[in-house]
């Protein structure tokens, strides 16, 4: 596949924006600025979180407010926004709106900002799982009044339930913003029962983790030694025979010995049964072969679609030229998704340019992310290989803004980010891009 120019259309198409939208690019904002981003793109994203990884990107409520008032469409998505509260029906999306409510209120919009009470005081039932909402908006808006409210709700709930991480993180995060001396004395000096319950089930919950650490500390070192030197090679082995799945295979692989190594290698060879075979590999999953061995390639190629893709997992820690000349075949035959991985240890000067002539993106989101991953490794491996096309199509095209972050980092190491995207990444969604590039 042929990649065309990276850079920003100036009249997007609905599904150019909604992309950039989905990604975090900056080229949202300027279209917001230039007055050709369409309210409706803007409104899809601000009601869907429409991030890759939600576990690991950060909310986008503040990046959209930018974009909101750079469009000037804060009028235009308020009821929309407002409905959608109220509904809450898909708390996917819930974290998102309350942020984007308390940007409408922090502006003066008072009917946001009861609103995020009546969410954190109410507990929607469409979000039972999400019973958090709200409270770092109402925290961050209203400081020690919001901070009440919401440990007054919380001390409620304990009642009913125990002590969990919701209550530890939203502890840690008023700490941060109004100090836990203030958060003590805010708590000991009411005769509320709810927030009572929470302070005595706090501090109870101080001295059980003083308690935890203490235990922890003193089994910490016998329970690595038990991990490790307490179990031997012939132990991993009969282990591989079981019905086990084994997933500590590679901790104990990466504090093996060469002639543990060698011995479950031996072992590898000479296995034909795919679920001992399946738990084998995953000794080499983050650890070099003592000594290469073909049948690793043998294992990529392996009927099973699990063992076939640990196998490309344990090859791409290696370097051998016989790993390159598997790599250069498949390169020209069916590229498998993991293909590009075996490039990483196994570069030539002018690989990057093959690579990028290669590559045909897949249309899942996942597998996209992957295969643009392992270029990103390949580039940072190697860093004489020059980034300014691949990495500038990696920016462009991978889903998760953590990864286009990296893109961009390359292209500063080799000074060889366009002003285009200089001008963009000002306006990303991912702090880090933008502080790369203001520094």
């Not at 600025?33 to 409520?61: K, N, S, W």
């Not at 926004?81 to 029906?89: E, I, Y």
């Not at 941060?176 to 501090?203: A, C, H, M, V, Y």
Request: glycine share 4%; aromatic share 8%.
């Amino acid at each position: 596949m042929k990649y065309s120019d990276a850079s920003s259309p100036p009249v997007p198409t609905p599904a150019e924006q909604r992309d950039a939208l989905a990604k975090g690019l900056g080229r949202a904002r300027l279209w917001a600025e230039q007055g050709v981003l369409t309210e409706t793109a803007l409104r899809e994203a601000c009601l869907q979180d429409l991030r890759y990884d939600r576990m690991c990107e950060d909310l986008r409520g503040d990046w959209l407010w930018e974009i909101i008032n750079a469009a000037g469409f804060r009028n235009a998505i308020r009821v929309p926004l407002l409905h959608a509260l109220h509904d809450l029906s898909d708390p996917e999306n819930a974290r998102q709106l309350c942020k984007l409510a308390q940007h409408y209120a922090a502006s003066g919009d008072t009917t946001f900002r009861d609103l995020l009470y009546q969410i954190v005081t109410q507990k929607p039932l469409a979000a039972a799982d999400y019973d958090f909402l709200g409270e770092s908006e109402l925290l961050t808006l209203e400081g020690e009044r919001g901070f009440l409210c919401a440990a007054k709700s919380r001390g409620a709930q304990l009642d009913k339930f125990d002590w969990d991480w919701p209550e530890e993180s939203f502890l840690r995060e008023a700490g941060e913003l109004i100090g836990e001396t203030r958060i003590r004395e805010l708590l000991s000096s009411t005769s509320d029962p709810d927030l009572n319950r929470f302070f005595k089930s706090w501090q109870q919950q101080l001295r059980e983790k003083a308690e935890r650490k203490q235990e922890k500390r003193r089994h910490h070192k016998i329970q690595q030694a038990q991990q490790t030197e307490g179990t031997s090679v012939e132990m991993v082995l009969e282990a591989a025979r079981g019905e086990t799945h084994c997933s500590w295979f590679r901790s104990w692989g990466m504090q093996a010995d060469l002639i543990e190594l060698n011995v479950v290698l031996g072992a590898l060879k000479s296995s034909e049964e795919p679920a001992v075979l399946l738990n084998l590999i995953k000794v080499f999953s983050n650890r070099t072969l003592p000594e290469f061995d073909s049948r690793l390639i043998d294992l990529c190629q392996y009927p099973h679609p699990e063992l076939q893709r640990r196998a490309w997992v344990a090859l791409a820690n290696n370097s051998h030229p016989e790993i390159r000349e598997f790599a250069n075949r498949q390169l020209n035959e069916n590229q498998p998704a993991c293909l590009f991985s075996l490039f990483i240890r196994n570069y030539q000067a002018g690989d990057e340019n093959r690579l990028l002539a290669a590559l045909t993106l897949p249309d899942d989101a996942w597998e996209k992310h992957s295969v643009l991953g392992d270029l990103i490794e390949v580039l940072k491996e190697n860093p004489t290989a020059d980034r300014s096309r691949l990495a500038m199509v990696i920016y462009r095209f991978t889903p998760c803004e953590i990864c286009r972050y990296k893109a961009v980092q390359l292209l500063h190491e080799q000074s060889a980010i366009p002003a285009w995207m200089a001008e963009e990444c000002r306006f990303d969604s991912y702090a880090d891009t933008r502080s790369l590039i203001i520094a």
